[in-house]
């Protein structure tokens, strides 16, 4: 399992958007440059955080984008399902064991799918405790501003 850089930046997008919190907009301009993100590759991420309602834009000279919830009601999770969808290692975990729709007809009697919703649920329970504002607080820990 790889995470795609349209999580991963989706992420620093966020994280940066949550060091400024409460200190106004900040410009696509301004998060692009400080996490080295391009300026079309970001607006193109924080359109689908736009649509999923964790940050709102402010038009104008002063514009930008702030979060609309505070950091730590934002989870990591959060934020890397709005960008890659559901966390799931194998695809019959996107289904229902019980119902019809299934991409693998096994999968109500596949031995390794229970393994493979552990690592799934694990992953989801990790990326889940983590939020924004623990993000800000190992930054000021670190003393350092950029994220990876």
């Known amino acids: 399992m790889k995470l795609s850089t349209r999580g991963r930046y989706g992420v620093t997008a966020m994280y940066e958007l949550a060091l400024n919190y409460g200190k106004g907009p900040l410009s696509l301009r301004t998060i692009a440059n400080k996490q080295g993100i391009s300026d079309n590759y970001l607006e193109q991420l924080i359109c689908s955080l736009r649509n999923a309602g964790l940050v709102k834009s402010t038009r104008g ?14 989870t990591i999770g959060d934020i890397i ?11 019959c975990l996107l289904t229902d064991a019980q119902s019809d729709n299934q991409v693998c007809k096994k999968a109500t009697q596949c031995v390794t799918r229970g393994v493979w919703a552990d690592v799934c ?3 989801s329970k990790v990326l889940n405790s983590i939020t924004l504002a623990d993000l800000c607080a190992k930054n000021r820990q ?3 501003g950029d994220a990876e």
């Not at 399902?81 to 695809?91: N, Q, R």
């Open 61 to 74: 000279a002063q514009g930008g984008y702030v979060l609309t919830k505070d950091p730590a009601s934002i």
């Open 121 to 123: 649920e694990s992953i």
């Open 81 to 91: 399902t709005i960008m890659e969808g559901p966390i799931a290692l194998v695809d």
């Open 142 to 144: 670190n003393g350092d």
